[in-house]
């Protein structure tokens, strides 16, 4: 059974087999190494005058593929680690994000940055943040995260091939391990694409024949999986069933799918792994209770990673970071609330 | 050798545009801000004027001259000044920030290096035969990421000139107080050849730059030219805290003065007749020019979110 990571590295084999445009840029991703997660894997050997191992220079890769992609490229840039990122950020939000724009729409920059996100895995400070909540509202970036849910080879193949716009695509490094099409108890759920038009979609869950969903999960990734085990506790432990939502594309964000399961609900959780303050949470919370409509009601709550940067020590990770029991816990205290 | 009458004529287009910008802008009939080259208009009609009208050129924040000498309209430029609609970026850009077909422009520090080297690479995969050159002054020499970018565009051997305009200030900061060691051993560390001219002599630049555009061209491989100029006038406006003594000796240095020596009187003046008219027909026509449509700016919103 394969796994994100493989579909992922079957989507660059993809894209490349598919299109010459697509160059392949980053640190450590020839063979037989493939890159510090190994999504690159394979690559360099079928494509070995498209995929460019690079110096340790994040902001001069970014900086070239904004470069090609001005002049007909459609190049992909593998960030080894999303902490990173913040050295390519002058490029991302003063260059690729805003040549479209400032060039009055004259020209396109379709490129792709990809990158291993996130903790649990002990890296420490530096290794294991979620730093997509710092790249989230940049006008002309769009934020994209594949989970075990979607089709992340369909979504990476047409983030490079199809749109034309420069994507951020973040991998949590723990959902690489998760298995497609393997859900605990798969069979007994109710899996919607809800908008199967769009390139990125958001994908709906709630367990098959269950009674009235009384609260809303929204969440993205990789803690999608937790949301779903802790959607499974719910039912089984509480008997309270929720509706687990989880778009692919961050930012801009369709908030549609969510707001109309709140306004079913009347309650809202939404479950990430960046720092909780002022994050992805807070704008769906902003946004469902700018759109819920005036008869509806609405208790809420954000849960994310403590705000601190990550430690490395296992427990101590493990107390910073989101687990299955804090969305039950959280979960049952909005139950209990919304009550009253 | 270009005809010293054309020199001179692009040369008086740039620095005529620029003065009227000025004057435009003491009115209050710009937005934001300009930053004029005066007094550096020889490297810009000089490296140009050695490149192909399909080669690429990325331009930085003190742009207009590089725009006009690549053949960039000089309506749509005082329009785009002037925030209208017919402006080459459409109102958004402003003077920074500045494209036609093989012009680009922005206007933050460094950042357009490593976009320069990767335009190159993607020329040099399509055999274009097109080169790339980009403008670096003094003050860039700051940002780490103009140095990652000579690492790789030197690695990969890729078509790309690297073109230094040392004005000798960054912003109001002296050289002397900004930058240690010296420009050409920074490219030569990289294993990038380079060329070193103190002149403000539009010929002995256009000289200089003619071989070395050729060598980019002929062997897909970076090079370097450093060009120590003044800039006459401020980094934008009001900003000046030079001693106005050091302004004063480098007029004789005036590129357009240089050059006024190897030309007739009536040579000059139909080059400056010839300026003029331009430059006054391009202001005119720009300022009667309609302002941008708003309800346009929303719909590219719309499109910019659309997914």
Not at chain 1, 150 to 165: G, H, M, T
Request: some cysteine.
């Amino acid at each position: 059974m394969s796994t994100v990571l493989q579909a992922l590295n079957e989507a660059m084999h993809e894209a490349m087999a598919r299109d010459e445009r697509v160059l392949f840029l980053g640190e450590d991703i020839l063979d037989p190494y493939g890159g510090a997660f190994k999504v690159a894997k394979g690559l360099s050997t079928r494509f070995p005058d498209r995929v460019l191992t690079t110096p340790i220079s994040e902001a001069a890769i970014t900086g070239i593929a904004v470069g090609l992609a001005l002049r007909g490229m459609r190049p992909v840039v593998e960030i080894m680690f999303g902490d990173f990122l913040s050295l390519a950020f002058d490029q991302l939000l003063n260059h690729a994000c805003k040549f479209r724009w400032m060039y009055n729409n004259q020209v396109r920059v379709p490129m792709v940055v990809r990158t291993p996100m996130g903790g649990r895995r002990g890296y420490g400070p530096t290794h294991s943040q979620c730093t997509e909540k710092h790249f989230l509202g940049i006008p002309g970036l769009r934020v994209v995260a594949p989970n075990a849910l979607c089709d992340p080879k369909r979504l990476l193949v047409d983030a490079i091939l199809s749109d034309d716009d420069p994507t951020l695509f973040v991998e949590h490094k723990l959902l690489y391990l998760s298995r497609l099409g393997q859900l605990p108890n798969l069979s007994h759920l109710e899996v919607t694409a809800s908008n199967s038009a769009s390139r990125y979609p958001v994908v709906s869950v709630r367990i098959a024949n269950a009674p009235r969903a009384e609260i809303t999960i929204a969440t993205y990734g990789y803690m999608a999986d937790l949301a779903l085990d802790a959607m499974w506790r719910l039912a089984m432990q509480q008997e309270v069933f929720a509706e687990v939502i989880v778009p692919t594309c961050l930012s801009p964000l369709d908030i549609e799918f969510i707001l109309s399961s709140v306004q079913r609900t009347g309650r809202l959780l939404t479950v990430e792994e960046s720092s909780v303050s002022l994050g992805w949470g807070s704008e769906v919370l902003s946004l469902v209770a700018e759109g819920i409509s005036k008869s509806g009601r609405l208790v809420a709550r954000r849960l994310g990673a403590r705000d601190l940067p990550i430690p490395s020590s296992r427990p101590l990770e493990d107390a910073v970071l989101p687990s299955v029991e804090d969305i039950c816990d959280v979960a049952m205290q909005l139950v209990i609330k919304g009550e009253n | 050798m270009a005809c010293i009458t054309k020199l001179m004529q692009e040369m008086l287009r740039i620095r005529l545009f620029e003065e009227r910008a000025l004057e435009e802008f003491s009115k209050g009939r710009l937005f934001g801000t300009t930053h004029t080259c005066i007094g550096q208009e020889a490297d810009a009609v000089g490296v140009i004027g050695a490149l192909r009208r399909s080669d690429i050129l990325f331009s930085n924040h003190r742009g207009h001259g590089h725009y006009l000498a690549h053949g960039g309209s000089m309506h749509a430029l005082a329009a785009e000044l002037m925030g209208r609609s017919t402006g080459v970026s459409g109102g958004l850009g402003g003077s920074q920030h500045l494209h036609f077909p093989g012009f680009y422009s922005n206007g933050v520090q460094g950042g357009i290096v490593p976009c320069a080297v990767g335009m190159a690479l993607a020329e040099k995969r399509k055999n274009s035969g097109a080169i790339v050159a980009v403008f670096l002054g003094d003050g860039t020499f700051g940002e780490g990421v103009v140095y990652e970018s000579f690492n790789i565009a030197s690695l990969w051997g890729l078509p790309v000139l690297f073109v230094v305009e040392n004005n000798r200030y960054a912003q109001t900061t002296p050289l002397a107080v900004n930058f240690s060691g010296d420009f050409c051993l920074r490219f030569r560390a990289f294993g990038i050849e380079v060329c070193e001219i103190a002149t403000t002599d539009v010929t002995v630049i256009r000289a200089t730059a003619t071989p070395a555009v050729t060598a980019v061209r002929d062997n897909g491989r970076p090079r370097a030219l450093v060009l120590h100029t003044y800039r006459l006038g401020a980094h934008s406006k009001g900003d000046d805290f030079r001693d106005p003594a050091e302004i004063e000796q480098y007029r004789k240095f005036d590129p357009v003065l240089i050059l006024r020596s190897k030309l007739s009187d009536p040579e000059y003046e139909d080059a400056l007749a010839a300026a003029r008219g331009e430059v006054s027909q391009a202001f005119a026509q720009a300022e009667t020019d309609p302002w941008p449509d708003c309800g346009a700016l929303l719909d590219a919103r719309a499109e910019l979110l659309k997914v």
